[in-house]
């Protein structure tokens, strides 16, 4: 990876943040992350082959620099608290025919209160989102690394699981207009989740192995032929609607969707709902509508390597001429 300057900050910016980006390594033809198993196909396979071309600004990473340097310091008084810290785990599968391994390192586990927890450095719109349940791969990422314990089941140190914790630090906190609006001015804040069950360790193992095998049954496919990743994953909040046509059989429809049959989160819900309110084809329609694939566009790192943000660029030029 590339670290560049492009704002010309003075030299030791440049050079922190080749130290810090330095640390993180690719993984090995078969060796899979946990982190990295939460991305979708294509997003693994564009960063794997295109990891010493990638670049990245200072800018870019200023905040997961410093993240990292707070990551750091906390991790050290969580020792003298009696947490065992940064603790490899590293499990094999067979899986199409390869060996390969599921690699994670877990932030912190207290042996004595069997509590597994990572440590975030976010924005606010980010824990958000996992508080309330519209992300889950904080969630996800702890079960993963409680399964590869369960897994592992090295008894020196592991004692089970009884429940998991992100303890996050807010990055971005406005807090005029937090207090003005009546939310939230913590800048720390503790999100609790239950002990994970076996059938969700299970799950969560079963979806990685098949992460795996979508990658292998990938790995020789051209990049301007891989899928593209789905709109849940490019955080394009992607609804559907119900609007009445214009006239019969008319393939114009009015421009309001039909009221309390705008907003149904999958194509399922929202033919249940036609079906259910007896709307019939020749005068109603079903249409999916959304907003800009906001990781695509402002978050995902392997995005000028995509064909399918190449696409998606190329369609807004063209509506910005015409």
């Given amino acids: 990876m590339i670290t560049t300057n492009k704002t010309n900050q003075?030299?030791?910016?440049?050079?922190?943040?080749?130290?810090m980006n330095g640390s993180h390594k690719p993984m090995k033809e078969y060796e899979f992350s946990v982190t990295e198993l939460l991305k979708e196909a294509t997003a693994i396979l564009l960063r794997r082959r295109h990891y010493d071309e990638l670049e990245c600004d200072i800018q870019d990473y200023a905040d997961i620099n410093a993240g990292t340097?707070?990551?750091e310091s906390l991790e050290e008084f969580a020792k003298e608290?009696?947490?065992?810290?940064e603790k490899e785990l590293s499990y094999s599968f067979m899986v199409a025919g390869y060996q390969v391994t599921i690699y994670g390192k877990m932030d912190l586990y207290e042996p004595v209160d069997?509590?597994?927890?990572?440590?975030k450095n976010t924005k606010e719109a980010t824990y958000n989102k996992n508080a309330n349940g519209q992300d889950d791969e904080w969630q996800r990422q702890l079960i993963m690394?409680?399964?590869?314990?369960?897994?592992?089941?090295?008894?020196?140190?592991?004692n089970g699981v009884n429940g998991m914790s992100i303890q996050a630090r807010i990055t971005d906190l406005s807090i005029v207009k937090n207090a003005k609006n009546g939310e939230s001015t913590d800048k720390w804040r503790l999100l609790h989740f239950d002990a994970p069950s076996t059938e969700q360790r299970n799950n969560e193992i079963l979806r990685a192995l098949d992460r795996i095998r979508e990658v292998l049954a990938l790995k020789d496919t051209p990049d301007e032929e891989?899928?593209?990743?789905?709109d849940s994953y490019c955080w394009a909040d992607v609804k559907y609607k119900i609007?009445?046509?214009?006239?019969?059989?008319?393939?114009?429809h009015n421009k309001t969707a039909v009221s309390g049959h705008a907003n149904y989160p999958t194509l399922e819900d929202a033919e249940k709902g036609f079906a259910d309110a007896g709307f019939t084809d020749d005068m109603y329609?079903?249409?999916?509508?959304?907003?800009?694939?906001?990781r695509c566009m402002y978050y995902c790192d392997v995005k000028n390597f995509c064909p399918h943000y190449k696409k998606l660029m190329e369609s807004k030029n063209e509506i910005a001429e015409s």
């Fill in 10 to 19: 003075l030299p030791f910016i440049q050079k922190w943040s080749e130290k």
């Fill in 69 to 71: 340097c707070v990551h």
């Fill in 81 to 85: 608290c009696g947490y065992i810290v």
């Fill in 114 to 119: 069997v509590e597994l927890a990572d440590i």
């Fill in 145 to 158: 690394y409680a399964a590869l314990s369960y897994l592992i089941n090295d008894r020196t140190w592991f």
């Fill in 226 to 230: 891989l899928p593209k990743c789905s």
């Fill in 243 to 252: 609007y009445k046509r214009k006239a019969k059989n008319s393939e114009e």
């Fill in 285 to 294: 329609v079903i249409e999916k509508t959304g907003g800009e694939p906001i």
